[in-house]
């Protein structure tokens, strides 16, 4: 790990400065030791984006737990990655404003609605509706009729065509959003990361700006990811761990970040529980120890078979 800090042209510095070293050795001792560094290097760069540990959970259900090459100012400095085959399950959104405008911690949404995973919907607004900052709708239901125009990126599922995948992320950007809005029953915006193309957003608006956060995230053969870190780090530092990955990540939707961050898995064999805490400024601790209480969550269960 500490390799992975440590440049080369530093090491060339450090070893022309060294006292010990004798250059009588000759060139060609010289060279190989140059040579070394640059494995080692290479090695550090590349460690990261070596083989994702998975661990399947479930049929079409897999996990890997991975500690980051940069560390956080708090926390283990871990990401959490949820592989799901969207093909083996079924997808809705979940609403307080369509139930009983009530909003759940996620294992309360888990046990009421017998679901396997609940995941932050999006960042909503403190307003009496606490509806989603985009516009959200499932099916006759509006969570919010309002676009973001700031937004662009739809996390969209129930397709009309039965053709389509029952879950998407559809970069918007540039695309005629009202004639892809209404390819689907449900739909709700979300604050791209990372585009189509695999190129990272520049966020300029607060780049140093540092929390837990959540994700949703597809990939260059349209697998599906969630991804959850409780250390805080920036929404650009984020965006260059994930493109180290060997994934190929392509569009990414940022989903929420600090104490609200949710991340609760229930296979009925294994139960994961997660939760954020660190926001830079406002919430600048890892002091959260439970679940918040959340109005707009992604749902999925297992299909039966």
Known sequence: MICSHLRIQDSISLMIKAKHIHWHFGKITFLSMLFLLMLMEGKAQTSWGGEIPWKNLMDGLQLAEMETPEKSVVGDSKISILKVD?????????????????????PEWAQEFDQNIIINAGMYKFNKTQSNKGYMKNYNHLNNP?????????????PKDPKKPPFEIIDTYQKDWEKIKNQYNSVCQGMRMINDKGEGMPFTKRPDQSCSMILAATDAKNNLYFIF????????????????????????????GGPETSFY????????????????DTCNNDDNDHFRKMPNVIAIKKKKQ
């Open 265 to 280: 898995v229930n296979t009925g064999d294994t139960v994961i529980a997660k939760f954020g805490s660190y926001v830079s």
């Open 86 to 106: 969207a093909q083996k399950f079924d997808f809705k959104f979940l609403t307080a404003s369509e139930h009983g405008h009530k909003p759940r911690t996620a």
């Open 146 to 158: 309002v676009k973001n125009n700031y937004y662009n990126a739809l996390l969209v599922m129930h």
């Open 229 to 256: 870190t409780r250390s805080p780090y920036t929404h650009l530092n984020m965006i260059s761990l994930l493109k180290a990955l060997p994934i190929n990540i392509r569009t990414t939707v940022y989903l929420e």
